[in-house]
């Protein structure tokens, strides 16, 4: 289940779920991005079989992500930004989910709604609030297709120079502390960094947008560690991830290869 989990992350992540623009998202855009290298492939071993995803793209903005089962992530932009994801399952032509990106004047993601059609038409709404200190406030609502009213949690994200996130707090309604995750990086190039408009979204913070996520940990109100991981690199003379090993605190182990256009 880990597995498929991890899988969905860097498939989603592109990602999609880190580092960005630590509410100075205007910075990178397509004058910037450095179009030859992108990522092509991903292949996910572990010790129940492999998974493949193939990345597709028209210039810089991504297309779509395919899995080896039939599954694929498509991505949708208005100009140069994300403001759609959705899901298919294998042999599908309608989505089991979907996700819609609202920004504001600066570009700032301010809104995410998250349609799941396969499960019930459940529906998830995350509110950001960009902070003069540099953090983003965030409150999550569920509900159904036609609203999300139901507030469930809320918190707040923490960036570090480079736009990175690095620490979330998770509160309860009460504004009790439920979670801290924690992330430490890299200096080396993030597979995705060269994909127009991923640096806007802080909200896939579980990969790097500019750099690599080095190790992960989740700890509960009492500060105690519930579950993380570990991640070794090997890199491309671009100074990219060619290899991923994700050792958990569980045991379990991942191992990614990486390829590139």
Known sequence: KKYLIVMRKLFYAFSVF?????????????????????????IATDGSGTQTTDYHYDGNKILDGTRSNGSKQVYYYTGDLITKVAFFES????????????????????????????????ALKNTYQHNADGTISY??????????NTLIKR????????????????????????????????????PFKNILGFNKLFVYHSMGKWNNIASYGSYNAANTLSHGYEIDYQYTSSNYPSTMVWNYSDGNVLHYQLFYE
């Open 18 to 42: 880190a580092v960005l623009f630590a509410s100075c998202s205007s910075d990178n855009d397509s004058s910037s991005v450095e179009s030859a290298v992108l990522l092509k492939k991903v």
């Open 91 to 122: 042999g599908s032509t309608v989505p089991a989910n979907e996700e819609f990106v609202t920004y504001d004047s600066q570009n700032r993601v301010v809104e995410t709604k998250i349609y799941y059609y396969s499960s019930g038409n459940s």
């Open 155 to 190: 918190g707040k994200l923490f960036f570090n120079a480079a736009g990175e996130v690095i620490k979330v707090e998770h509160y309860d309604v009460d504004g009790v502390l439920l979670e801290n995750e924690v992330y430490a990086h890299d200096s080396k190039n993030s």
């Open 139 to 148: 409150e999550r609502f569920t509900g159904d297709s036609s609203a999300q």
